[in-house]
C-alpha cells in the first residue's frame, strides 16, 4: 500500500528486495484508511504514478503487476496468479 508517505526511492527499495527474495508477483494500491483512528492518509497517489509504479516494477523482472488506486491483494488474485504463472512460463522458454 502506498499514500502513507513513503517516498518513491523506497518504494523502488522494497521492489529491488522483493527481486532479491525471487518475489515475481506484486501489488500496489492505495492506502486508505478505514477510520479516523488509523494511521493518517499523507497522499493519494495519482494515476500516472500508479502507472510509473507498474513500468518501473516490470522493468526490475517482475512478471505480474497490479498497480492501481483500488488494487488488493486479493482483489483478482486468482487471474492474475495465472497470468504470472503464464509469464513464468513464457520467461523459462525463452531462456532455453
Not at 57 to 82: E, I, N
Amino acid at each position: 500500500m502506498v499514500g502513507l508517505g513513503e517516498t518513491k526511492e523506497e518504494v523502488y527499495q522494497v521492489m529491488d528486495d522483493l527481486r532479491a527474495a525471487n518475489v515475481d508477483f506484486i501489488t500496489i494500491g492505495q492506502y486508505l484508511p478505514p477510520t479516523p483512528k488509523h494511521a493518517k492518509l499523507e497522499k493519494f497517489i495519482t494515476p500516472e504514478e500508479f502507472e510509473e509504479y507498474k513500468k518501473m516494477a516490470y522493468a526490475k523482472g517482475f512478471l505480474m503487476v497490479a498497480s492501481s488506486p483500488l488494487t488488493r491483494s486479493s482483489y483478482h488474485a486468482s487471474d492474475d496468479f495465472k497470468i504470472m504463472q503464464e509469464n513464468r512460463k513464457n520467461k523459462l522458454y525463452s531462456i532455453q
